[in-house]
């Protein structure tokens, strides 16, 4: 009853603070819609679903969720050589949209270990949108995944600065510091800081890390997180 209890105070607060996360339901399960009311993102997901159907892919992976940096990444498996992993980035999605799809792309996987990246396109959408917001909005996601799946390892990748989100960087990093202290307070839980290797030593990003919209990455972009990644996978 107390762990009921605190999963609900954590809901009420989540929703009371921030009106976009309020429109997820509570359970993060999916209904068929009708073709007039498709929520964001819902082919992507059925693109998904039909993979999988084809050919699912095995339990006990290392599972990629997120945004747009994951979805573009898209030969992510010749960069980590012995280890199995399932991509599903996903659209411009920010964590309300990856909430509202946990029962299609994290569940159904059994995964062994979960790894994220989301919050760029949270701060991004609009200016009334915090750092403490997209922190709640994580933990929303932390506690979800937790919840059916309490002994996988959970990793957050920082959210990375951009030449073309430059004027978001204060929020990024103070979200990326609520983050990282928040999962290391827990067990099963990394934080891996892509953002200060990004940055020249005069603390703006590297241009040449992106492609010409400056908000993707090159592969140049790619080989950071690879190595910074790595130590965290789990074998």
């Given at each position: 009853?107390?762990?009921?209890?605190?999963?609900?105070?954590?809901?009420?607060?989540?929703?009371?603070?921030?009106?976009?996360?309020?429109?997820?339901?509570?359970?993060?399960?999916?209904?068929?819609?009708?073709?007039?009311?498709?929520?964001?993102?819902?082919?992507?997901?059925?693109?998904?679903?039909?993979?999988?159907?084809?050919?699912?892919?095995?339990?006990?992976?290392?599972?990629?969720?997120?945004?747009?940096?994951?979805?573009?990444?898209?030969?992510?498996?010749?960069?980590?050589?012995?280890?199995?992993?399932?991509?599903?980035?996903?659209g411009g999605s920010t964590f309300p949209?990856?909430?509202?799809?946990?029962?299609?792309?994290?569940?159904?996987?059994?995964?062994?270990?979960?790894?994220?990246?989301?919050?760029?396109?949270?701060?991004?959408?609009?200016?009334?949108?915090?750092?403490?917001?997209?922190?709640?909005?994580?933990?929303?996601?932390?506690?979800?995944?937790?919840?059916?799946?309490?002994?996988?390892?959970?990793?957050?990748?920082?959210?990375?600065?951009?030449?073309?989100?430059?004027?978001?960087?204060?929020?990024?990093?103070?979200?990326?510091?609520?983050?990282?202290?928040?999962?290391?307070?827990?067990?099963?839980?990394?934080?891996?800081?892509?953002?200060?290797?990004?940055?020249?030593?005069?603390?703006?990003?590297?241009?040449?890390?992106?492609?010409?919209?400056?908000?993707?990455?090159?592969?140049?972009?790619?080989?950071?997180?690879?190595?910074?990644?790595?130590?965290?996978?789990?074998?």
């Open positions: 009853m107390k762990k009921l209890s605190l999963c609900l105070t954590l809901l009420t607060l989540l929703i009371t603070s921030d009106p976009i996360a309020a429109q997820q339901p509570a359970d993060s399960s999916v209904h068929q819609p009708t073709l007039s009311h498709q929520p964001p993102f819902w082919n992507e997901i059925a693109d998904f679903k039909k993979q999988d159907s084809v050919q699912h892919p095995p339990s006990g992976a290392i599972l990629f969720i997120g945004s747009s940096s994951f979805r573009k990444w898209t030969n992510v498996q010749s960069y980590f050589p012995g280890y199995t992993i399932i991509n599903r980035g996903f949209d990856v909430i509202r799809y946990a029962s299609e792309i994290i569940f159904p996987y059994h995964p062994k270990q979960v790894v994220i990246y989301c919050g760029d396109n949270d701060l991004a959408v609009s200016d009334s949108v915090s750092a403490t917001m997209v922190y709640n909005r994580f933990v929303h996601l932390y506690e979800l995944i937790r919840s059916r799946l309490k002994s996988v390892d959970i990793v957050y990748v920082s959210i990375k600065p951009s030449p073309s989100r430059q004027k978001l960087m204060p929020r990024m990093e103070a979200a990326n510091d609520m983050i990282r202290d928040f999962m290391a307070k827990h067990s099963h839980a990394a934080f891996v800081d892509v953002y200060h290797p990004m940055l020249t030593a005069q603390g703006q990003p590297i241009d040449s890390l992106f492609v010409s919209d400056k908000l993707h990455m090159n592969d140049k972009g790619y080989k950071i997180w690879q190595q910074t990644l790595l130590p965290y996978l789990d074998k």
